[in-house]
């Protein structure tokens, strides 16, 4: 077996400041890593490849205004979104907040979700990893997304929390597959007591009529309803003064 050759042939199937990550090319090479680290070397001696950072390399594009460095938006995604076909993480925080038209504030810094134990910080990319509320699949990450919103609610500074909540309940209601909204149902219990209290003002502002989904529903308002009140800081005419959720609201 020819490791160089077959470097070779991998990395041509790469475009142009597509972002090439090692470990991608170790499939099926595992024990010859050393020799793929010195296919790597040569390569970029003779300039086919660039070595950005550690375990990260790209083919550059040479324009008439210089050279174009590694594709940043295909980096974060193979780095932190999406391994070996396998997500690893996904999209919350500020530029969640902007997609969904919840806000015009363009952040600085993208939030991404994974399984860690705490908060890193990647300035090269503009990359801020927060801990997850729990594991993350293909099927969940539009159910984390809708519940991360209502557990950062606090944060979207720029925006009126009503106007936020009637957005919530037009999402909920309309852009949520059936699917979505039974996996909301079961992920809502890795978040704290007042996520969950929002979240069912939320669902029961949708007035969905669903044998499952209301009895699924009201199982969480019992469960929440237990101990002490939790206290809602929005205007409650956006859930109709909705008090039956062990809530009560700072304003009024």
Known sequence: MNIANLIKEKINVYQVTEPIIVDELFNGLENHKEAVYVTLNRLVGDGVIVHYNKGVYFKPKNTKFGKIGVDKKRLIEKKYLKRNNKVVGYITGPLLWNDWGLTTQIPNRIWIAQDIKQKKIDEDLGVMLVKAKTAISEKN??????????????????????EIIRKLIHIFREKLTIFDKVVVMEEVKNYTKKVKVLFGLIAEATVIDNEYFLAT????????????????????????????????????
């Not at 019992?222 to 909705?242: A, H, M, Q, R, Y």
């Open 217 to 252: 529903l009201n199982y969480l308002k019992e469960d929440v309803s237990i101990g002490k009140k939790t206290i809602i800081n929005i205007n409650p005419l956006v859930f109709k003064n909705n008090r039956t959720w062990g809530n009560g609201f700072a304003s009024s």
């Open 141 to 162: 990450i539009k159910a984390l997304q809708f519940l991360d919103v209502i557990d950062q609610i606090e944060y979207i500074q720029d925006a009126d929390k009503e």
